[in-house]
C-alpha cells in the first residue's frame, strides 16, 4: 500500500513557476513509477508526467515539454513537478499517483492516488 499527500499548490499568475511535492509512505516508494495527471474544470483527467523508479526515464505530456520538469528522491520517499513559465490553461487540480508495474504506468493505468492540490494560473 502507497499512502500520497500532495502540496505546493496555489494561485501565480501567467508567466510564474510552482513546485509541487508529493510525499509517499510505504517501504517500497522506489521501486513505483511516480505519475503526475491534472484535471481542470469540465475536462476529464489528463497525463501530466512520470518518471521511473530508478530516475532513468521521465516522460511529458506535449503541452508541458519544455516548461515542467519532473523529479524524485527515494530517499525522501518524495516525487516533485517544478512548474515554469505557468499559463491560464494549466489551471487544474493536480494529483499524484503511484504504479507498481511499468507497463500498467505506461498506459497511464496508475493504482494508486494522492487527494490532489490546486493549481490557478491568473492571466
Known amino acids: 500500500q502507497v499512502q500520497l499527500v500532495e502540496s505546493g499548490g496555489g494561485l501565480v499568475q501567467a508567466g510564474g513557476s510552482l513546485r509541487l511535492s508529493c510525499a509517499a509512505s510505504?517501504?517500497?516508494?522506489?521501486?513505483?513509477?511516480m505519475g503526475w495527471f491534472r484535471q481542470a474544470p469540465g475536462k476529464e483527467r489528463e497525463f501530466v508526467a512520470a518518471?521511473?523508479?530508478?530516475?532513468?526515464?521521465?516522460y511529458y505530456a506535449d503541452s508541458v515539454k519544455g516548461r515542467f520538469t519532473i523529479s524524485r528522491d527515494n530517499a525522501k520517499k518524495t516525487v516533485y513537478l517544478e512548474m515554469n513559465k505557468l499559463k491560464p490553461e494549466d489551471t487544474a487540480v493536480y494529483y499524484c499517483?503511484?504504479?507498481?508495474?511499468?507497463?500498467?504506468?505506461?498506459?497511464?493505468?496508475?493504482?494508486?492516488w494522492g487527494q490532489g492540490t490546486q493549481v490557478t494560473v491568473s492571466s
Open positions: 499517483a503511484a504504479q507498481g508495474q511499468r507497463q500498467r504506468a505506461l498506459r497511464y493505468e496508475y493504482d494508486y
Open positions: 518518471i521511473s523508479w530508478n530516475v532513468r526515464n521521465t
Open positions: 510505504g517501504r517500497t516508494f522506489s521501486t513505483y513509477y
